[in-house]
């Protein structure tokens, strides 16, 4: 199943950015506290301290933001947009024309449920009545 596999990659890409925003936070935590440590303010490293911190921080937010992002797209798409040439490739393209088709042979109407596509793309259909197959063209003419 495609829409399973990929859902789960990106929620894995998710807890991925999480725990890096996580991580982040805590190293520019550290660099916060190391700037607001007595001997920095000696050494003059406070300024420097704060600005890496805060870089820190800021990237953690931004991992944070994307991976809550990610997540949301994941749950917003559904399995259709997320796998547009296969279902919806393996329709038959005039299913709804079908609809009010009459057999050639019987003159009764074709049943588009019975609607088969080969694998070269073509379609046949199966009359209700008289149970003959015919090929359906993209516009079916009868
Ligand atoms: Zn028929």
């Not at 950015?17 to 607001?36: D, H, I, P, R, Y």
């Not at 937010?61 to 994941?74: D, E, N, Q």
């Not at 049943?111 to 015919?134: I, L, P, Q």
């Amino acid at each position: 199943m495609p829409f399973g596999r990929a859902g789960a990659r990106l929620a894995g890409m998710k807890v991925l950015a999480l725990l890096m925003a996580v991580f982040l936070w805590l190293l520019g935590g550290l660099f916060f506290l190391a700037a607001a440590a007595p001997e920095a303010a000696a050494a003059g490293k406070v300024l420097p301290r704060v600005a890496v911190g805060g870089l820190l921080v800021a990237c953690g937010t931004v991992l944070l933001v994307a991976g809550l992002r990610v997540g949301r797209g994941a749950a917003a798409g559904s399995p259709g947009s997320l796998d547009p040439g296969g279902r919806t490739a393996q329709e038959p393209p005039g299913a709804l024309g079908l609809k009010a088709l009459t057999c050639p042979h019987c003159g009764g109407q074709a049943d588009a449920a019975t609607v088969k596509v080969g694998s070269e793309g073509t379609m046949t259909v199966t009359c209700g009545y008289c149970h003959a197959v015919y090929l359906v063209q993209e516009e079916p003419k009868w």
